[in-house]
């Protein structure tokens, strides 16, 4: 079995360190405990794997660190690292108004979904285009796609495609105007196993060649296997937390 080495160094800068959220959300006259009491800290360059079945908070837990919704209580702070000059930029997204919160998504943040969200009139190349146009910093539509092994079919429409392909288009679209961190919700759910392998070794690489920090939330616990750490979330809570000490290859996952 091929495995690929884990070279996450824990000792290094922490993107994310949340401290003791919990998300409450009144249905009616029912309150429902989506978080209670999470501690998390995620480091720089890291593949982590958020796993748990359907309900144990794991989206949640992925909008709030990417800005798309924020704790009823506790802290979540995200450290922008900036390796050029050896600064670090601090936000406190817990508290954070509308405008910051847009920014930090804008510029910081890539997002995967289990469903593209590609638009069917655009190529693949024009969907990426879009995001790049207010980057700061983008690369090219096609360096992306050629980074997630799309390069010959970059003029073709979504409905050119297969699933798995239109999948790595929505990561194309999130890595090229290189964010700082890679969130992504379920990339492999609506995909068969052999799909949702080329999935995960495009995910692979970007971590790997681009160094971004990157978050997948799943609840397939083969997919673990991948990770450089595993945390595993239910009813809410993290129940447990441990580090691969070799990260196996997605080609070799069993599912």
């Known amino acids: 079995m091929q495995q690929a080495s884990n070279t996450v160094d824990t000792s290094s800068h922490s993107v994310f360190e949340v401290k003791g959220i919990t998300k409450v959300y009144q249905m009616g006259e029912v309150d429902v405990h989506a978080l209670r009491g999470v501690d998390l800290t995620l480091y720089q360059g890291e593949l982590t794997v958020l796993l748990g079945a359907s309900g144990s908070g794991k989206s949640t837990l992925l909008n709030i660190l990417g800005g798309l919704d924020t704790p009823t209580e506790g802290s979540v702070i995200y450290h922008n690292i900036d390796d ?55 690369m090219t539509p096609e360096e992306a796609l050629n980074l997630v092994g799309l390069e010959n079919r970059l003029n073709h429409f979504p409905a050119q495609l297969s699933g798995g392909e239109q999948q ?8 090229a105007k290189n964010p700082d961190v890679l969130l992504c919700d379920e990339p492999t759910g609506a995909l068969d196993s052999q799909t949702g392998i080329k999935v ?56």
Not at 89 to 96: E, G
Not at 168 to 175: D, E, N, T
Not at 234 to 242: A, E, M, R, T
């Open 84 to 138: 050029s000059n050896h600064s670090v930029q601090t936000v406190d997204l817990s508290h954070a108004t509308e405008h910051e919160l847009t920014e930090y998504r804008r510029y910081n943040v890539g997002f995967v979904f289990q469903f593209y969200n590609l638009i069917p009139s655009l190529t693949a190349r024009e969907n990426v285009a879009i995001v790049t146009e207010i980057a700061k910093s983008p």
């Open 200 to 255: 995960l070794e495009a995910l692979q690489r970007v971590n790997s060649e681009l160094g971004t920090t990157t978050a997948v939330i799943t609840h397939n616990a083969g997919i673990a296997q991948m990770a450089d750490r595993v945390i595993s979330l239910s009813d809410g809570q993290i129940v447990k937390s441990y580090t691969n000490q070799t990260r196996v290859s997605p080609h070799d996952l069993s599912w």
């Open 168 to 175: 790595r288009v929505a990561i194309a679209r999130a890595i």
